[in-house]
């Protein structure tokens, strides 16, 4: 079992099997959970909204946000949670080519001293409304 | 109103850059060739002639490459709108020309294009890969033209509603160019090429 559990739920969004959708501009809110098992001091506890480059290409990875959610002592046996909200940025949007795809994310990292940080991501899609086009999960399902 | 277009710069430096890549080539490889000629050097010989011929194959190419464009000379387009796309746009490309000399065109062939770069390192090499998705493609048959003949089209394309805004970011890049072809009797193909920008906003009333 491991020394903590970490947990992204998100907001808003439209609701695609196991992701969501949000507009390029949208708002996210979301709830970062921390179960901490053993008592941890940890240095930061962050959260951001991350995107990345897959696919042959060299990955590039761009942070568009960051919050530090909390500072100090995680008590073992009491999970905490801290509210945050993003603003996505209009671009670049989802995009799953022949080459070349990018990924949105959110990711939530304990910043521990010596050891590795744990941490957990939340797969987002960032789409924009497109007339006639409202099926996203044909595409990216 | 259309604006004329502005060719792709990269584009432009690759056809003289094949042929002065053709001319450093030979040059090089015939130092070989000579100095295996002075000294009777079988070995220096072979291996000189042996590059001397692939740098000549080069040149060669590089030099048609030069000579369609002089047979062809330059067309002029006008797009009504270069840098300023919007996803679902329409829009109108033409072109006129006036052939400085008498020519044989297979066939002319204007695509828009949505080209997938990606640079990755492969060991201590750095690879590209290109990756062209045609999203719209106009053919005509070609004939014989002479010289001071005109020619001229019209053709609209659009930005698909479901296609992705321009993007570039180290090693990564997708963009949007509209792609003019003539196939030459006998020669390399004529090919111009004009990069789109496209924005990240959807076009509303298409």
């Known amino acids: ?14 609701p695609l099997l196991d992701i969501r959708r949000y ?5 996210i809110n979301g709830t970062a959970v921390v179960y901490p098992n053993k008592e941890i001091n940890a240095q930061h506890v962050y959260i951001r909204l991350q995107w990345q480059t897959a696919g042959r290409g060299t990955p590039f990875k761009q942070k568009e946000a960051e919050l530090d ?3 100090g002592t995680l008590m073992a046996g009491l999970p905490q949670s801290y509210p945050f909200q993003f603003v996505l940025p209009e671009q670049p949007w989802s995009y799953e080519g022949h080459y070349i795809k990018i990924l949105w994310e959110i990711e939530l990292s304990i910043d ?12 987002i899609l960032v789409e924009p409304d497109r007339a006639g086009q409202t099926d996203w999960s044909s595409q990216y399902g | 109103m259309g604006l004329q277009m ?13 042929f002065f890549f053709g001319l450093f080539w030979v040059g090089f490889s015939s130092i070989f060739l000579v100095v295996g000629i002075v000294s009777s050097d079988w070995v220096f010989i072979g291996i000189g002639s042996l590059f001397t011929l692939a740098g000549l194959a080069i040149l060669a190419y590089g030099a048609m490459q030069l000579f369609t464009r002089y047979l062809i000379g330059q067309p002029t387009f006008t797009l009504s709108n270069q840098h300023q796309l919007h996803v679902g746009e329409i829009l109108t490309v033409s072109w006129h020309h006036s052939f400085p000399r008498n020519v044989i065109v297979d066939a002319l062939q204007v695509q828009l294009i949505m080209r997938e770069i990606a640079t990755y390192q492969q060991g201590t090499d750095t690879k590209t890969v290109t990756h062209n998705e045609i999203i719209d493609s106009y053919e005509e048959d070609g004939r014989e033209y002479n010289a001071g003949e005109m020619i001229h089209g019209h ?15 180290r ?29 990240p906003q959807v076009m509303t009333n298409v």
């Open chain 1, 1 to 14: 079992m491991s020394d903590i559990s970490l947990e992204i739920n998100l907001q808003d969004g439209e």
């Open chain 2, 6 to 18: 502005e060719k792709s710069r990269n584009f432009n430096l690759r056809h003289s850059c094949v």
């Open chain 2, 171 to 199: 090693r990564n890049e997708i963009k949007w160019v509209l792609q003019f072809k003539l196939a030459i009797a006998r020669l390399p193909d004529f090919i111009d090429e004009y990069e789109l920008t496209v924005l």
């Open chain 2, 155 to 169: 053709y609209e394309f659009q930005i698909p509603l479901s296609g992705m805004h321009s993007f570039k970011v």
């Open chain 1, 23 to 27: 507009r390029p501009g949208d708002m």
């Open chain 1, 69 to 71: 959610l909390f500072q």
């Open chain 1, 112 to 123: 521990l001293s010596w050891v590795r940080d744990p941490q957990a991501t939340q797969a």
